[in-house]
């Protein structure tokens, strides 16, 4: 069973792609306090998610992590 894939850039990276909103300023972009707040919480299920197929994964492999 293929894992499916999870990738996750450079802020600059997830800016141009439209998963991190900001404003610019002259030539430098400002992020939300609020914005980078609610991005942190979905990196974060998203690492639990990859952690949880990960498990299950070695389990059903019959590997001890």
């Not at 996750?8 to 609020?34: D, M, S, W, Y």
Request: hydrophobic content about 30%; aromatic content about 4%; overall charge positive.
């Amino acid at each position: 069973m293929p894992l499916p894939k999870r990738s996750v850039g450079t802020p600059g990276q997830e800016i141009e792609a439209n998963r991190l909103a900001c404003r610019k300023v002259n030539r430098h972009r400002r992020i939300e306090f609020e914005e980078l707040r609610r991005y942190q919480a979905a990196q974060q299920q998203q690492l639990e998610l990859s952690l949880q197929d990960l498990t299950k994964l070695s389990e059903e492999l019959g590997l001890e992590l």
